[in-house]
């Protein structure tokens, strides 16, 4: 399996990192304050209509994602499909 091809997007800026957490739970920006002290990056929040937004993290090598449930419990198997 040929490796993913490098990130061209760039880092989030602070306003843009603010407007990510923003509609998240307690529950869900306390694990993520926690996440982010092991480097964990909140990267996007996937907010499909009429749903709870669907915040989705990575690890520190970009390969691992992880989803924050509502309740602030970690998804390490998500069905989240993602772009290549």
């Given at each position: 399996m040929s490796k993913p091809p490098k990130e061209r997007?760039?880092?989030?800026?602070?306003a843009a990192t603010a407007d990510l957490r923003a509609g998240l739970t307690p529950a869900q920006l306390a694990t993520?304050?926690?996440?982010?002290q092991f480097q964990w990056?909140?990267?996007?929040v996937r907010r499909p209509m009429f749903q709870a937004p669907v915040p989705v993290l990575f690890d520190r090598s970009g390969e691992r994602y992880v989803v924050l449930r509502e309740d602030g419990s970690i998804d390490q198997n998500p069905t989240l499909r993602l772009r290549g």
């Open positions: 997007r760039t880092p989030p800026t602070t993520l304050k926690t996440m982010e990056q909140l990267r996007f």
